[in-house]
């Protein structure tokens, strides 16, 4: 086809100045891989903008105390802080493919950006809770297409052979930023003020916008104007909001003892059921379920899902073990934790590139082994344990990490045509951030459970007349104290020893699951880039 004077040869109009507009509709085959500095520069502005959205997702909860005592309100009350964010944004990931459609993976994606960094600095400028909660709703509502979004530009800018390659340097933003958060966090809000861990956001995100926009304005996905889906959009605001606060508020309810609790479970099942039959059979969904009938997607996301949920309930139960139990500061409990990022980033780029060669099971497989050595090796922990002990498991739990997210969402991506990318990443993103909620809820409820139950049995011995409890309180007494604040001694004892018990159980459990998983990875049949079918490079053209 011959272009006119008004048109170039890929149907993009010409501007008055003579540049070239964002194309009409997208070539045939596909846009060709980034090369050079385009590609470089592509990758920078996407990964700036990940690590901006994760590392805000984290980065607030250790400032919360913060937070809440200069506003005026409690602690329990500042937490909504972290609720309505995660509401917000498990309500618009799944969103990611219908938004696509609608407005273009590019445009959605600079405007997710730009939205977030303006939404980021009313959260800095908020000046009551309730101004913060709602600023904290529009963030997270504005972020949840940015890492779908961000995973298929990113695919999109490499070659197919590539495609494991782009997943490594997507995914090492995605491990960094839950690490850094709660570090910078707490470092920001000790030096100056809360408000600067929303402020940093700002010259990030404008960066990373105009970044992407300059490389990628003139890619963008073909847009169709589809009919809006109410009825499925506002069951799913129902049950994913429900669900969401029924798993953040839970533990601090007592779960089924309460009416709200009860309530919130009655709304999550019901509209979940009218929302999966609504869905399946509308013409124009809003969230394509019918991704759960390819093998490669259903496997892949429920493995990493589940995975994801378990991991993501040690990372939070280990820090909150330390400080709780041990004695440890949150300083401390951050450096204990660090050591995760080492390996994850070190080895990456060599994850990338083996799968570009072979088949991701066994890689993925290696992953959950490791995954179970050292929740194996975490379950061995006793009051007595240093910070070696503590540090070594976090350490190798990088090479886990690094060869856990890169091929297990190869495996969901697998066979997938580009025009369906953005819609899987989104479902898929959504179960791993569901089940994240999911793991963190109920690790945290059945380590108080646990610990009450061992406290009880260990009180049980814990008596006069018994010989160990004569020996100890007789030392205490020998030390100048009275039985009173001896008994209260020993009380703090058994309940440190409970805890820790508490903790290898959940340990031990998590050994077995991660062991368990490993057949759900070997459902999948994907092919390596080298045969031309790789998990995710379809995505790329």
Same mark, same amino acid.
């Given at each position: 086809?011959s %272009?006119?004077p008004?048109?170039?040869?890929?149907g993009?109009?010409?501007?008055?100045?003579?540049?070239?507009? &964002?194309?009409a509709?997208?070539?045939?085959?596909?846009?060709?891989?980034?090369?050079?500095? +385009?590609?470089?520069?592509?990758?920078?502005?996407l990964?700036?903008?990940?690590?901006?959205?994760?590392?805000d997702s984290?980065?607030?909860?250790?400032?919360?105390?913060?937070?809440?005592?200069?506003?005026?309100?409690?602690? *329990? @009350?500042?937490t909504?802080?972290?609720?309505?964010?995660?509401? %917000?944004?498990?309500?618009?990931?799944?969103?990611?493919?219908?938004? *696509?459609?609608?407005?273009? @993976?590019?445009?959605?994606?600079?405007?997710?950006? /730009?939205m977030?960094?303006?939404?980021?600095w009313?959260?800095?400028?908020?000046?009551?809770?309730?101004?913060?909660?709602f600023?904290?709703?529009?963030q997270?509502?504005v972020?949840?297409?940015?890492i779908? /979004?961000s995973?298929?530009?990113?695919?999109?800018?490499?070659?197919?052979a590539?495609?494991?390659?782009? /997943?490594?340097l997507?995914?090492?933003t995605?491990?960094v930023?839950?690490?850094?958060g709660?570090?910078?966090?707490?470092?920001?809000?000790?030096?100056?003020a809360w408000?600067?861990?929303? $402020?940093?956001?700002?010259?990030?995100?404008?960066?990373?916008?105009w970044?992407?926009? @300059?490389? $990628?304005k003139? !890619?963008?996905? !073909?847009?169709? =104007?589809?009919p809006?889906?109410?009825?499925g959009?506002?069951?799913?605001?129902?049950?994913?909001?429900?669900?969401?606060?029924?798993?953040?508020?839970?533990?601090?309810?007592?779960?089924?003892?309460?009416?709200?609790?009860?309530?919130?479970?009655?709304?999550t099942?019901v509209? #979940?059921?009218?929302?999966?039959?609504?869905e399946?059979?509308?013409?124009h969904?809003?969230?394509?379920?019918?991704? #759960?009938? @390819?093998?490669?997607?259903?496997?892949?996301?429920?493995?990493?899902?589940?995975a994801?949920?378990?991991?993501?309930?040690?990372?939070?139960?280990?820090?909150?073990?330390?400080?709780?139990?041990?004695?440890?500061? &949150?300083?401390w409990?951050?450096?204990?934790?660090?050591?995760v990022?080492?390996?994850?980033i070190?080895?990456?780029?060599?994850?990338g590139?083996?799968?570009?060669?072979?088949?991701?099971?066994?890689?993925?497989?290696?992953?959950?082994?490791?995954?179970?050595l050292?929740?194996?090796?975490r379950?061995? #922990?006793n009051?007595?344990?240093?910070? $070696?002990t503590?540090?070594?498991?976090?350490?190798?739990?990088?090479?886990a990490?690094?060869?856990f997210?890169?091929?297990?969402t190869?495996?969901?991506?697998?066979?997938?045509?580009?025009?369906r990318?953005?819609?899987?990443?989104g479902l898929?993103?959504?179960?791993?951030?569901?089940?994240?909620?999911f793991g963190?809820?109920?690790?945290?409820?059945?380590?108080?459970? !646990?610990?009450?139950?061992?406290?009880?049995?260990?009180?049980?011995?814990?008596?006069?007349?018994e010989?160990?409890?004569?020996?100890?309180?007789?030392?205490?007494?020998?030390?100048?104290?009275?039985?009173? !604040?001896?008994?209260?001694?020993?009380?703090?004892?058994?309940?440190?020893q &409970?805890?820790?018990?508490?903790?290898?159980d959940?340990?031990?459990?998590s %050994?077995?699951i991660?062991?368990?998983?490993?057949?759900?990875?070997w459902l +999948? =049949?994907?092919k390596?880039?080298?045969?031309?079918?790789?998990?995710?490079s379809a995505?790329? =053209?």
């Amino acid at each position: 086809m011959s %272009a006119t004077p008004d048109t170039l040869d890929n149907g993009a109009e010409r501007q008055p100045d003579g540049a070239p507009a &964002a194309p009409a509709q997208p070539p045939a085959g596909g846009y060709p891989p980034l090369e050079g500095s +385009a590609r470089t520069f592509g990758t920078i502005a996407l990964s700036a903008a990940v690590f901006m959205n994760v590392l805000d997702s984290s980065i607030a909860n250790v400032s919360i105390p913060t937070i809440a005592g200069d506003l005026g309100v409690s602690a *329990t @009350q500042g937490t909504w802080v972290i609720t309505s964010f995660a509401v %917000a944004n498990a309500i618009t990931v799944p969103l990611t493919g219908w938004l *696509t459609q609608r407005f273009g @993976q590019v445009r959605l994606f600079v405007l997710s950006v /730009l939205m977030f960094v303006i939404s980021s600095w009313l959260c800095g400028f908020a000046w009551s809770l309730e101004s913060l909660v709602f600023f904290r709703v529009l963030q997270g509502a504005v972020a949840g297409p940015m890492i779908p /979004l961000s995973q298929s530009l990113m695919l999109a800018s490499y070659p197919r052979a590539k495609a494991g390659m782009a /997943l490594a340097l997507w995914s090492m933003t995605i491990l960094v930023g839950p690490i850094a958060g709660p570090l910078l966090g707490g470092w920001i809000s000790d030096n100056y003020a809360w408000s600067w861990i929303f $402020y940093i956001n700002v010259p990030i995100g404008l960066l990373a916008g105009w970044a992407s926009w @300059q490389v $990628y304005k003139s !890619r963008e996905s !073909r847009r169709i =104007h589809l009919p809006i889906d109410r009825m499925g959009l506002f069951l799913l605001v129902v049950w994913v909001g429900a669900l969401q606060l029924m798993l953040d508020k839970g533990k601090e309810l007592e779960w089924f003892a309460s009416p709200l609790i009860c309530v919130l479970a009655v709304v999550t099942a019901v509209a #979940f059921v009218y929302f999966v039959i609504w869905e399946l059979t509308a013409a124009h969904p809003v969230v394509d379920l019918t991704l #759960f009938a @390819q093998r490669n997607f259903t496997s892949g996301t429920v493995a990493l899902s589940v995975a994801y949920g378990v991991f993501f309930g040690t990372v939070v139960l280990l820090p909150l073990w330390l400080q709780n139990t041990m004695g440890y500061t &949150a300083t401390w409990a951050g450096v204990a934790s660090a050591p995760v990022g080492i390996l994850a980033i070190i080895l990456s780029p060599m994850v990338g590139k083996l799968l570009a060669r072979y088949d991701p099971r066994p890689i993925a497989t290696v992953a959950f082994l490791i995954f179970a050595l050292i929740s194996y090796m975490r379950a061995q #922990f006793n009051t007595s344990v240093d910070l $070696y002990t503590v540090m070594l498991p976090t350490f190798i739990q990088g090479a886990a990490m690094a060869t856990f997210f890169i091929p297990l969402t190869t495996i969901s991506l697998s066979g997938l045509s580009p025009d369906r990318i953005p819609a899987a990443a989104g479902l898929s993103n959504f179960f791993r951030l569901v089940c994240g909620a999911f793991g963190t809820s109920i690790t945290t409820t059945i380590w108080d459970n !646990r610990a009450t139950l061992h406290h009880s049995r260990l009180t049980e011995v814990a008596l006069p007349g018994e010989p160990a409890f004569d020996h100890i309180m007789g030392g205490l007494q020998g030390l100048g104290l009275d039985p009173q !604040r001896g008994a209260s001694l020993l009380d703090r004892v058994i309940n440190q020893q &409970a805890y820790t018990m508490s903790a290898t159980d959940i340990f031990y459990a998590s %050994a077995l699951i991660f062991l368990v998983l490993i057949g759900l990875i070997w459902l +999948a =049949h994907p092919k390596s880039a080298a045969h031309g079918g790789a998990g995710a490079s379809a995505g790329a =053209h």
